[in-house]
């Protein structure tokens, strides 16, 4: 999961610089008020979302509530634990300690220094942990309105990623990165949550098996 997450926004930083410029210039000056709740959306709220819906759903009796309150609280708090171990050790500094240069990297300082912790934006990852989780739930209720649900939760998602570059706090790639460590994190909690098999972790490990030995496990490369 860590690697697809450098792989992505390694691809998308070649082009930073401008996309960067592009959102500034987007922005302007009419979206400094509507960019810092965007960083509020994603700063508290996925996580008190989703204690709110696990005290709410034990309250009442509501199986949906304390399931969906329970694996947003787990999605959010895993990309959160994928995205501070990633901000730690790649380094990179934010687009407001470097300005024009999003290629100044000091690996491993991302641990104590915050305006080195750039990559993956943590806004994003919890923003769209949180949408996909709440989206594959609604899809079971009303799917008949996946349309409406994937617009309004996947569109509020990309707006809290939009608000992190406008703020000067991420790169693109950063949030590029940190939406798509979102989606898979909170794709495979619910995957397990419900005992699917995943098709993400299926592909990446169903040529792989364990057999029991007497030293322990023996893995087994299988071809298909």
């Known amino acids: 999961m860590l690697l697809a997450t450098v792989?992505?926004?390694?691809?998308i930083s070649l082009f930073d610089s401008p996309l960067s410029l592009g959102v500034q210039r987007l922005g302007g000056d009419d979206m400094r008020t509507p960019s810092s709740?965007?960083?509020?959306?994603?700063?508290?709220?996925?996580?008190?979302?989703?204690a709110a819906l696990y005290a709410v759903g034990r309250g009442t009796g509501s199986n949906f509530a304390t399931r969906t309150g329970r694996e947003l609280t787990r999605a959010v708090l895993v990309s959160g634990a994928i995205t501070a171990l990633a901000k730690g050790t790649v380094g990179r500094a934010r687009p407001f300690a470097a300005p024009d240069d999003p290629d100044v990297?000091?690996?491993?300082?991302?641990?104590?220094?915050?305006?080195?912790?750039?990559?993956p934006s943590g806004h994003t990852s919890a923003a769209f942990a949180t949408a996909t989780v709440l989206a594959r739930e609604l899809h079971t209720i009303y799917p008949q309105r996946r349309w409406l649900i994937n617009t309004l939760l996947f569109g509020g998602a990309g707006f809290v990623g939009f608000s992190r570059i406008y703020a000067r706090q991420h790169w693109p790639s950063d949030v590029v990165a940190g939406a798509a460590l979102g989606g898979i994190t909170g794709y495979e909690?619910?995957?397990?949550?419900?005992?699917?098999?995943?098709?993400?972790?299926?592909?990446?490990?169903s040529h792989i098996s364990a057999i029991p030995n007497r030293r322990g496990l023996a893995f087994a490369w299988k071809r298909q």
Do not use: E, K, W
Not at 37 to 50: Q, R, W
Not at 105 to 119: C, E, I, Q, V
């Open 7 to 11: 792989t992505v926004g390694g691809a």
């Open 37 to 50: 709740i965007g960083s509020f959306i994603g700063g508290p709220v996925p996580l008190t979302l989703g």
């Open 105 to 119: 990297f000091s690996p491993g300082r991302g641990f104590t220094n915050g305006a080195l912790a750039s990559f």
């Open 189 to 205: 909690v619910v995957a397990h949550a419900r005992g699917d098999r995943s098709p993400i972790a299926g592909r990446l490990f």
